[in-house]
């Protein structure tokens, strides 16, 4: 790796627009780090797709930013990264981290009990991908995962508060009363645009002591750890880091809905074919 790499800006890649929470929690604990956003809004979602196509699908989007000369890789997609970090490890010379490990390791750490209820998209659920993950940081832990497939489009369409996005919360929390989890996982990185209402309805819910785990924050949270660690953080860098977000396709809506998962103005993005 080169010896500037620290100074290389950092990939983040989604199906959509969602892993702009994971950019948005990544500029908040590195406000110097320049990242580079590839959105493959032309054939969101990913969760409807087979593991192979979603494993090309991710080498294509993964190439896209090394064209950017990034230092690592953020799959900031839980589908995605329920089957593709390890292929793109063996095939790309640079750190490839997922969401899925760090909101696992973040609930384990958090739990008194070991047993952890997850929320996610059906797809996310099918693949067994956290159950697997907790097991692998703990074998004592118990993970109860569920489909909440709603709150993909409240997300989308700026439902975050009010009655309709709490009754739809309340609804999907439901399964997990019988499971007595004191940790809940948020695995859809669109799920922390609700995290005040997760927060409120799973306190009243499951419990005043139930903690709440955003994989957004944790999976920054640990790209941090990782990049120190590898001496690739862009340390001595004083001017504010750049966000720079392409899309495969760009929409009317792009700006409003980028913004709410950005939590600023996107800009103008780039757009680009796979």
């Known amino acids: 790796m080169r010896a500037t790499a620290r100074d290389a800006p950092l990939g983040v890649f989604d199906s959509g627009l969602g892993g702009l929470t994971v950019v ?35 080498m294509g989007c993964a190439k896209h930013l090394l ?31 997922s969401v899925i490990d760090p909101g696992a390791e973040a609930a384990v750490q958090a739990s008194r009990t070991g047993r952890i209820g997850v929320l996610a998209t059906q797809g996310t659920v099918a693949s067994g991908a956290y159950p697997r993950a907790v097991s692998t940081v703990s074998t004592r832990a118990e993970t109860f995962a569920f489909a909440a497939p709603l709150l ?37 990185t669109h799920y922390p645009l609700l995290l005040p209402v997760f927060e409120e309805e799973t306190h009243a819910l499951l419990g005043p002591t139930v903690t709440v785990v955003d994989s957004a924050h944790a999976t920054a949270e640990s790209t941090r750890r990782s990049l120190a660690e590898r001496g690739l953080l862009a340390e001595g860098r004083t001017r504010p880091g750049r966000i720079e977000i392409s ?7 792009f700006s409003v809905v980028a913004a ?10 780039r757009l680009v074919d796979l």
Do not use: M, Q
């Open 152 to 188: 993909v489009p409240l997300a989308e369409e700026g439902w975050l508060e009010g009655e309709v996005p709490r009754l739809a919360v309340r609804r999907y929390l439901e399964p997990l009363r019988i499971h007595d989890v004191d940790v809940l996982v948020l695995g859809c």
């Open 24 to 58: 948005r929690a990544l500029a908040r604990l590195l406000p110097h780090e320049d990242i580079v956003y590839l959105g493959d809004t032309a054939r969101v979602p990913y969760g409807t797709k087979g593991a192979d196509t979603i494993r090309r699908y991710s």
């Open 247 to 253: 899309v495969t396709d760009r929409s009317p809506s």
């Open 67 to 97: 064209r950017d000369d990034v230092k690592a890789i953020v799959v900031a997609c839980n589908t995605a990264s329920a089957v593709a970090p390890e292929l793109l490890r063996a095939a790309f010379d640079v750190p490839v981290f």
């Open 260 to 269: 709410r998962f950005l939590g600023a103005s996107p800009g103008e993005p």
